[in-house]
């Protein structure tokens, strides 16, 4: 791409928005590892669910959702809007509970809910793995989308992309720790909006001037639409070639927001596997069945219940509400433009071979982009690698530190010399997802292998927060039997697709680990008792424990709701989806006017559930206010 000196100055100035500001909070966040970890817990709700947001809006994601365009249709996305229902349990039934347990981070969980050396194995064990491996992994994934966007736009090979951006974000994460972190992401958050809606926009101009002889952006979606309303994609999951064909019912139709159900392996992959099991039985960051990893650190950040559950609540909206469209428009363009990877390479023909790929589409349209939003795009796929590693090395380094090192190494050191170690940890950190990220293709390839790992035990992280049976023995078994079935299955069933593998993973997990809560050790009746009087959970796995703790079944049912927390649930879901597909066919429309009925449906839909949604979070948050004066007055008593 030419890219002239104004856009090098818009880039450079993006930078400086971002990051200048973080520079100042590294005093207070050296002060201690609550400061450097976790804020001091003074996080408002609007700042914890902006940094959510564009943590989970890294430079991987535009090209993961092109990829899924490009070879499933927009009905690919399913494998990711599915877990609408998993946030939104996170938000009604968990937020709370996270920040009433008090831990800093999600593994100290492990001793206040568990006891013994078993609670212990779990959390040291758990340290490492996610921490250093999962964590690394993940950051290995967004590098490698770093460096797919750079060896397109700049010819950068992997090696100076690494160098650059580690060098950047490294800084800055052990400089200012998750205050800077969460400055950052709110900043940066602005700046990607802004830079992929210019992607989305400048896409229609190129394809209005492609196939109407008119560059108009608005004239290019109503051609898009009409284009691609003739488009499938062809039988087989494997095969991403969009094809022309009528309505055969033969392949999937692009445009399409649900799958064609006739093609039974899609289908399964795209559509049943995510919305039936996968957002209650897989672990996975940023979705976790019941809250965890960076979400949980900013749950447990945040000031109080009532922020905890707020910030929860926006990220879930905007994640899945304000950003796909953009990037979808952007993929469905890339089809008319480079509607093969040899046209993407023909287009490139200095870019890496090895590295092009359907996600390579996204920054591949980039270069319709006219002088200064170039600038702009260089410094929001800057932000959006930033915002997504720094948060994964402020979160990795908080386990290495806090719940591995301080905890079984050296455990009487001052508070300076365990935030300098978290600084230490962060540049090891970046080092080990650097070279993890040579060795990766795709950033679908990295999701399956983040979805096996995980498989069967999103149950679990559910459960332990409503049954007292589950135990850290019933944790150890499921991580072993998801890590061994990840690599048996697969073996033990060759040529069978992802889906049937995980189902039988899923299966073979969950049985294991019942089996041990029934079977198996189970936790100390002092630290149930303990855990009970702190937390307060609901439901009838507690009952004993509640009586033997003096908690009554209606100061429970008061500090919970779980009636208002179910009735939120479902009217969140409702509001995301409706609203997701409601902008989709308002925007299908113009080009497709038999859209016109289905977009007003929906939008009658999110107004009458948007309703029921407010008055159920501000019952909650009334109620969670109540709770934290109770709590306070009991404190001071």
């Known amino acids: 791409m030419n890219i002239s000196w104004i856009d090098w100055v818009i880039a450079g100035a993006t930078i400086l928005v971002c990051f200048l500001p973080a520079l100042f909070l590294a005093r207070r966040s050296a002060t201690s590892t609550t400061e450097f970890f976790a804020s001091g817990r003074s996080v408002p709700w ?63 969980f492990y001793e206040h809910r568990y006891s013994g050396r078993s609670a212990s194995m779990v959390r040291g064990f758990r340290a490492i793995y996610l921490g250093l491996f999962f964590n690394c992994f993940i950051m290995g994934t967004v590098t490698l989308a770093a460096c797919k966007i750079a060896n397109i736009l700049f010819g950068m090979p992997a090696w100076q992309t690494i160098l650059v951006t580690g060098v950047l974000n490294v800084a800055f994460a052990a400089h200012s720790g998750l205050w800077g972190v969460l400055v950052i992401d709110m900043i940066q958050f602005f700046i990607k909006m802004t ?74 992959m795209i559509f049943i596997l995510p919305i039936g099991i996968s957002w209650w039985a897989n672990w996975y960051p940023g979705a976790e069945p019941g809250g965890g990893s960076y979400i949980a650190q ?52 200095n870019a890496d071979a090895s590295l092009i790929g359907h996600d390579s589409a996204f920054p591949a349209m980039l270069k319709f982009l006219p002088v200064g939003f170039v600038g702009l795009m260089i410094g929001g796929l800057l932000a959006a690698n930033s915002s997504t590693i720094l948060t994964h090395l402020n979160w990795g380094s908080s386990y290495l530190i806090h719940d591995f090192y301080r905890r079984f190494i050296r455990k009487d050191a001052s508070e300076t010399h365990y935030v300098n170690a978290g600084r230490v940890a962060t540049i090891f950190l970046y080092v080990v997802a650097a070279l993890l990220s040579l060795g990766m293709t795709s950033a679908q390839q990295a999701f399956q292998v983040l ?40 073996y033990l069933m060759p040529g069978v697709g992802f889906a049937t593998v995980t189902i039988v993973q899923v299966g073979i997990t969950t049985v294991a680990w019942l089996l041990t809560a029934f079977i198996g050790p189970t936790t100390d009746r002092a630290t149930l008792i303990s855990f009970v009087q702190k937390v307060k959970p609901a439901g009838p796995g507690w009952t004993d424990i509640r009586a033997a703790a003096g908690i009554s079944d209606g100061e429970v049912a008061q500090e919970n709701r779980i009636g208002a927390a179910f009735t939120g649930w479902i009217a969140g879901c409702i509001v995301i989806w409706s609203s997701l597909f409601a902008i989709g066919n308002f925007l299908y429309a113009p080009g497709d006017p038999s859209r016109w009925p289905a977009a007003w449906m929906l939008l009658g839909v999110f107004v009458v559930s948007g309703v029921v949604l407010l008055r159920v979070t501000k019952q909650l948050w009334a109620d969670s206010t109540a709770s934290q004066a109770r709590a306070d007055a009991r404190a001071a008593a």
């Open 46 to 108: 609007w700042l914890a669910g902006l940094s959510m947001v564009a943590t989970t809006f890294s430079s991987d994601t535009p090209n993961w959702v092109t990829e899924q365009v490009r070879r499933y249709g927009v009905a690919g996305n399913w494998q990711w809007w599915a877990f609408v229902l998993t946030g939104l349990a996170t938000v009604f039934f968990f937020a709370r509970l996270w920040r009433r347990s008090g831990v800093m981070t999600d593994l100290e």
């Open 195 to 268: 830079a992929v809606f210019a992607a989305a926009w400048f896409s229609l101009v190129e394809v209005g001037r492609r196939l109407g002889g008119d560059a108009s952006g608005w004239l290019g979606l109503k051609l898009l639409v009409g284009k691609l309303s003739t488009l499938q994609v062809v039988q087989g999951v494997g095969n991403a070639q969009p094809v022309m064909s009528p309505s055969d019912g033969s392949g999937q139709p692009i445009l399409d927001m649900l799958p064609n159900f006739g093609m039974s392996e899609l289908a399964l």
């Open 298 to 349: 900013r749950m447990l950040a945040s000031k109080s219940e009532k922020d905890a559950l707020g910030g929860t609540l926006f990220f879930n909206i905007a994640h899945y509400v304000l950003r796909p469209w953009p990037w979808i428009i952007t993929a469905l363009c890339s089809i008319i433009v480079y509607p093969d990877l040899a046209s993407i390479q023909s287009a490139f023909p």
């Open 451 to 490: 979805l096996s790992i995980g498989a069967g035990t999103g149950l679990l992280y559910i459960a332990r927060w409503f049954w007292w049976r589950v135990s850290a023995w019933c944790e150890i078994v499921a991580m072993a039997a998801s890590l061994i079935t990840a690599v048996a299955v697969p």
